[in-house]
DNA sequence: TGACCTGCTGAAAAGCTTTTCAAGGAAAGG
DNA sequence: CCTTTCCTTGAAAAGCTTTTCAGCAGGTCA
């Protein structure tokens, strides 16, 4: 019973005129008569004729589409990413194709392989476990590609990350700022380099202000908030801080629920910073202080830079971004009471 | 200098067969002589040839996409679902093309149309603007359509949604059990349905404990943080309770605040109990109590409804969700110390 | 040895749209 | 009134792959 779907032959049937002219009609090329472009709506709207956009792109018409590929959307973070992606992309004309990588290799290969076989105008790559290989081997196939929070040296033009190693500075240094000299470190899996890189930042951050190197306050999580509760608890165990540096808002969270939990203040006790400035760090309590990352302008930034590639421009080399502290309720001066 | 890409022809050419041939090799739909086999392997690699798949489309290959239309994704809500109809469709061979409706008529109508254009195996559309009448010419015309969390009596068989009534019974009930009696409400925006339907589920609960109707204990909100915090200062200035039911997260996080703002303990002096169980109910302080909204799981049957669909079935209608309640911290017995 | 089957291969058609080319008619100009 | 030009239109080709059909070679069976 599957009728199948009418075609611009079938419209120049019913209105009584050629293909060449449908398409013309539909399409505004040229100037057609009154009387016959009114009969081909008619047909069109009769017949609910939609052009087969196969066919269209068969002619070698640059598709109108980009692909994205991201690890998950099951939190905020990249949700905001897609999203100022998405917002930059729509602004060109272009739309998004949006594929989710899991953080497995065979995934993310097989989703880009969907977005090479349907012709998308270009790519944005966020964060994925495709090996560098095969990305080059992309670029050199002349497809616009953009990288957010990768590095590949020879993609290094293309590619917009936060500057991490001063992110972790940043964070560290508003801790010295405001008098503490004992710090601790809540780092993330340090086989990410993200997280390796806040760590340096803020060893970075303690070395100018002379205080010496002190790796038993560093306790490795796992970026998860359980992971930041149970650091926390090993830090209050073992060794002797008035303020953290967290990798991430999740943990910071799950280090002030083990604070309290151990029958401690924030920030009274122990002051704490957190990092990417999500959703949560509004609603814990204290309300943290975090470093801001500016995840859905880098998308943006991501999606003009592309459209620019895709243009066959030779865009300026995308930045490496130096994010800003938000200041709210969990930090203060040590021994002061808030 | 754009050299063009390889087409299958190439191929043949290279390989010394003919473009059948070259088919039936990258397929493996007939057996093909093993040395030519070979040839055309190295060739492919050779030419870095990939198989166009608009050309393949046009043969009237069913697409293996989906489309699938969420309003944004800035926040975590909208991520979760499309994680739960990603994997569905994955699970069933289908690759997802998602795309932001930014709660807008026209964007939404205009990514249908990429939708169609595309000739996408089906859609799914979470909550979205586009009139009913569109969505049911879209159905008319034979596309495989999931609806979640929306109504259409006519395609109410293809959607699935939460009972709000009955979740906000619940929600209501876990406070009454408990022994409250003075029971206030923070109302979504009261132009959305879901909203008003929670609010019914509030008054049927209290109805049948046999407590009067009291609309002064209703303050609406806006879903949002603040409009909770605003909506709580509000009910704390006019009324009198021990129990607040809040119609999302958000509110309730909005509504914990404005408490501790007033010189009053959650859950000591109010009970509250939130809607979604989103990551911010686990970061609250105390953590939240909240209806748990099975987005992802939604998801995931709407994906699976819609294969079948594609797949020329007539699956079951999908059912009404009725959610069931996370306890946290955030209530406990009136007058109870904890 | 001849008829028949099997296995592999190439030619050609189908699928749908856009665009180029050529032609027809009408209008304008001499 | 004739020629030139412009406007509109239809025919046909291009774009790339899959699949059907027919053919060929080699082997099998009687």
Known sequence: MERTKPTIIDVARAAGVSPSTVSRVLNGTTAVDAAKAE????????LGYVPNAFARSLLGHAGRWVGVLVPQLADEFYGRVVTGIEDGLKQGGFQMVCSLGHGERS??????????????????????????????????????IVLVNRVIPEL??????????????????HLLGLGHT??????????????????????LALREHGIARDDRLVFEGDFSEEGGREAMTRALDSADFTAVFAANDR?????????REAGL??????????????????????????????????????ADHL????????PPPLP???????????????????
Chains 1, 2 share one sequence.
């Not at 290094?156 to 240094?173: C, E, K, M, P």
């Not at 999500?278 to 814990?284: E, G, L, P």
């Open 107 to 144: 995934t993310e290969a097989e989703a880009i392989a969907m977005f090479v076989e349907a012709r998308v105008a270009g790519l944005v790559l966020v964060s994925d476990h495709v090996p560098d290989r095969d990305v080059l081997a992309l670029a050199r196939a002349r497809h616009p």
């Open 182 to 203: 004992r710090i601790a470190h809540v780092a993330g899996s340090l086989n990410r380099t993200g997280a390796r890189e806040r760590l340096e930042g803020y060893h």
């Open 307 to 314: 459209l620019q590639l895709i243009a066959g421009a030779d």
């Open 265 to 302: 203040r924030t920030p009274d006790d122990i002051s704490i910073v957190g990092f990417d400035n999500t959703a949560i760090s509004r609603f814990t309590y204290p309300a943290l202080t975090t470093v801001d990352y500016p995840v859905t302008s880098m998308g943006r930034r991501a």
């Open 251 to 259: 943990m910071a969270a799950g280090a002030i629920a083990a604070i």
């Open 320 to 338: 490496l971004i130096q994010p800003r502290l938000v200041e709210r309720d969990s930090t203060c001066a040590p021994g002061e009471m808030r």
């Open 39 to 46: 009969r081909v709506h008619v047909a069109v709207a009769r």
């Open 156 to 173: 290094a033009a293309h590619a917009i990350r936060i500057d991490n190693v001063y992110s972790g500075a940043l964070a560290t240094r």
